[in-house]
């Protein structure tokens, strides 16, 4: 059993949090998982004040290869390492990832992606610590999946061939108006038929700020960070943006960050 100490101040995207022991996951050890929550590069994680045990996996799970005409991606696998794979090898249908920060266990984890393109389009198969699960045997939708064990391995197609970088500049474009201030990508996720940032917005919150926590200007369903945010701040912006969405529109914004803190998560 292995740990690292990691400062999430420094570490997350929206650099807040604690510095904290992190168990490494290089095998399915249940003793070692126990009560464990497992996080990958912390893109769209706020860690709080009382969060619960971390874990990560290990370098072995980082990894891209090409067997019998598929494409096997090893959870811990940076999205940026899979662009450039599949720029390399001229993979198409992956170009949206290279816009999408974090790692590959937590992109399924979540059906990350961009308008009609997301993860699962081509996914075949993962491999978890419970077992191998094909496409259908999984819930998933709109960012969400019911995965609850650590991705260690995920499999996709690979029909298409021919890398597009004309694609490569849309998803740019597509992600032009979002603010480079440390965040964790968008708060909330948008209600059917509508936009979470015009809700936001709508509600008077775009661009209100608590210490150093605010509402971006830029787009207002990102929190951003401007140096000294806390959790707490972070919390009261999150929670102000719930109550007065609900009461100007009965509409109930339902969180795309993942809050990991005990007040949040029940393991």
Known sequence: MSYKKIDFSKYSSIKIGPELDVYILDA????????????????????????????????????????????????????????????????????????????????????????????????????????????????YSYRFTNIDSPILEATFELNNKGFSDLRVEMFKKMRSNQPRTPSAGSCFKNPEGDYAGRLIEAVGLKGVKKGD???????????????????????YLIKEAQRLVYEEFKIELELEIQILDEEFITI
Request: glycine share 10%; hydrophobic share 40%.
């Open 28 to 139: 399915c050890d249940t003793k070692g998982m126990k009560d464990a929550y497992l996080i990958g590069s912390c893109n769209n994680i706020l860690i709080g004040d009382n969060p619960p045990p971390l874990m990560k996996l290990a370098k072995i799970y980082d990894y891209i290869k090409i067997e019998d005409n598929l494409l096997k991606i090893g959870g811990a696998t940076p999205s940026g390492k899979i662009a450039s794979f599949c720029k390399k090898n001229n993979i198409s249908d992956f170009e949206f990832v290279s816009h999408l920060p974090g790692t590959l266990g937590g992109l399924v984890y979540m059906n990350a992606g961009l308008k009609e393109f997301e993860i699962f389009n081509h996914l075949i198969s993962i491999v978890t610590c419970r077992g191998e699960f094909v496409k259908d045997e999984i819930e």
């Open 213 to 235: 926590m605010e509402f971006s200007l830029e787009h207002a369903n990102f929190l951003v960070n401007h140096g000294n945010g806390t959790y707490q701040d972070a919390l």
